[in-house]
T-cell receptor, first 113, second 113 residues
Framework: EAGVAQSPRYKIIEKRQSVAFWCNPI?????LYWYQQILGQGPKLLIQ????????DSQLPKDRFSAERLKGVDSTLKIQPAKLEDSAVYLC???????????FGEGSWLTVV | KQEVTQIPAALSVPEGENLVLNCSFT??????LQWFRQDPGKGLTSLLL?????REQTSGRLNASLDKSSGRSTLYIAASQPGDSATYLC????????????FGSGTQLTVLP
């Protein structure tokens, strides 16, 4: 069974630029999550989708972050404009149903300079 | 608001030793609790999932316990090996339909040969 796929793995951008991350969850997993993990901290949930609907985006900085999950399969997380404090690993994960074992991708490492 | 704490932040033990990692949470109204392992530069791998109605789960040399009333969970690793070196994170699943996870900051374990 293929795992959660993420791209790109690494990205370096200047502040105020934009960046997009892509995630393809495990086939059949209706729940998709985007987490932000800053070095030395645990992951923080940014947004949770159930199929193509948003279940929780309470911690998503909506003035600069956006996410979509068209057709209830893969998802894109965008940051525009980026700030220095956005430097982190962005982890995508999926599960089915919500509350079951959650599977993570290897993450997209963002450095904002 | 659920808060999850893991102490110590780092632990170093000689190979062969049995060890216990601790996780505490502030709100006992949880759906489940999961323990994860994270290797440097990688995503998270689920180790054990304990439902709120369960007291413990075992997988190989790993045993996780849950005491909801006191807001505590422990991960016991028997006969530690250098390959067990990694960061271990616990995550509490919220009750409610979305079942979001709140993570601790992790314990960085080093097993010395």
């Amino acid at each position: 069974e293929a795992g959660v796929a993420q791209s790109p793995r690494y990205k370096i951008i200047e502040k105020r630029q934009s960046v997009a991350f892509w995630c393809n969850p495990i086939s059949g997993h209706a729940t998709l999550y985007w987490y932000q993990q800053i070095l030395g901290q645990g992951p923080k949930l940014l947004i949770q989708f159930q199929n193509n609907g948003v279940v929780d985006d309470s911690q998503l900085p909506k003035d600069r972050f956006s996410a979509e999950r068209l057709k209830g399969v893969d998802s894109t997380l965008k940051i525009q404009p980026a700030k220095l404090e956005d430097s982190a690993v962005y982890l995508c994960a999926s599960s089915h149903p919500p509350g079951n074992t959650i599977y993570f991708g290897e993450g997209s490492w963002l450095t904002v300079v | 608001k659920q808060e999850v704490t893991q102490i110590p932040a780092a632990l170093s033990v000689p190979e062969g030793e049995n060890l216990v990692l601790n996780c505490s949470f502030t709100d006992s109204a949880i759906y489940n609790l999961q323990w994860f392992r994270q290797d440097p530069g990688k995503g998270l791998t689920s180790l054990l999932l304990i439902q709120s109605s369960q007291r413990e789960q075992t997988s190989g040399r790993l045993n996780a316990s849950l005491d909801k009333s006191s807001g505590r969970s422990t991960l016991y690793i028997a006969a530690s090996q250098p390959g067990d070196s990694a960061t271990y994170l616990c995550a509490v699943g919220h009750s409610g339909s979305a079942r979001q996870l709140t993570f601790g900051s992790g314990t960085q374990l080093t097993v010395l040969p």
